[in-house]
């Protein structure tokens, strides 16, 4: 039997105290962040201290979920 596809909402919510800093959350439960650093994008996975380099804030958000999906289902 194939399981029936979800869909999900993902919220992209700016950090007011820095306008370059946002968070990704799945519903209640956070992804990561995002901190705009010279013309990149670093992407913080949970507690993962080491960052993944996009150059595209869409590509940042990608990163995100698809580690998120990695380790997570």
């Given at each position: ?14 950090i007011?105290?820095?306008p370059?800093?946002y ?14 650093e ?17 150059v ?6 990608s ?6 999906n990695?380790?997570?289902?």
């Open positions: 039997m194939a399981n029936r596809k979800k869909s999900v909402e993902i919220n992209l919510k700016d007011s105290s820095d370059e800093t968070e990704l959350w799945d519903g209640k439960k956070y992804i990561g962040t995002i901190k705009k010279g013309d990149r994008f670093l992407s913080f996975v949970e507690r993962n201290e080491t960052p993944f380099k996009s595209k804030l869409d590509d940042a958000i990163e995100l979920l698809m580690q998120y990695l380790h997570n289902h």
